[in-house]
């Protein structure tokens, strides 16, 4: 596969929007972890950033009447946050490209251990889509924007 410079042109550049998120269990079946209208964006950048960003779009909303200015998740009640933990995942970086693997360098995220890690996961364009793979699961992106 072709190599790609941050100032060459770039396929992964621009914001991509999660079409779906399979895991495949090991008697085959498939498994969507955030149910199959799974909410996310992709965003890489021509100077080498990235951001991603996927939520259950059924998670369970906290106090309606709660203030914006006190929505920190330090504030929250203790069921209200691990709810929230476990139904959107984020995390951002830099990133690069060798050969059909995209290393996500993470520089900030929601879970902690993968703060200052190297995320490498196999990718493949296919018919303008990305999918990218981790062990047993399959994200397909779908540019958010089409190009003209």
């Known amino acids: 596969m072709e190599e790609w410079s941050m100032t060459d042109t770039n396929p992964f550049v621009g914001t991509w929007k999660l079409i779906s998120w399979e895991v495949t269990q090991p008697d085959g079946t498939i498994h969507y972890p955030f149910g199959k209208d799974v909410v996310g964006y992709l965003i890489y950048t021509a100077d080498g950033h990235m951001s991603a960003e996927i939520m259950d779009p059924d998670r369970q909303q906290s106090d309606p009447d709660f203030p914006l200015e006190n929505a920190a998740a330090q504030t929250l009640p203790d069921p209200d946050r ?6 959107y995942l984020s995390y ?10 995209v290393t996500h360098h993470v520089k900030a995220g929601l879970i902690p251990s993968w703060t200052g ?25 779908d540019r958010a924007v089409k190009h003209a």
């Open 92 to 101: 951002c970086g830099t990133y690069t490209v060798e050969g059909n693997t």
């Open 117 to 141: 890690s190297e995320q490498s996961r196999p990718f493949k364009f296919e018919h303008d889509c990305l999918i990218i793979k981790v062990g047993n699961q399959k994200l397909t992106w």
């Open 82 to 87: 691990a709810r929230a933990y476990s139904t």
